[in-house]
């Protein structure tokens, strides 16, 4: 177990970052699973299908800087109260 703290642990994941700035946005999620990147476009772990969690199954992927946002791994503190603070994005 990590010794951070009582309030918080660290866990790594996976997040969405602009290839040129620092910019950080979480990666969307459906069906309870993060999204995977395929194209230019996120899709639902389980594949395109009909609405069931009251959002599309695909989405398009963010673009910042004119570049397609890419999928990083960063550092996060995941609160007790389920929180997630980016801490720091690994290469
Ligand atoms: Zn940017
Ligand atoms: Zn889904």
Known sequence: MSTV???AE???IEVLKC???ELVEPIPSHCGKPMQIVGDSFVCW???HTPCCGKPSVL???VHHNKQMVIRRAMA???KN???FITEVLD
């Open 19 to 21: 290839q040129k700035c």
């Open 5 to 7: 703290g009582v309030d």
């Open 60 to 62: 398009p992927v963010p």
């Open 10 to 12: 660290m866990i790594e």
């Open 46 to 48: 389980k594949g395109e």
């Open 82 to 84: 389920g929180t997630v």
């Open 77 to 79: 503190k995941l609160m």
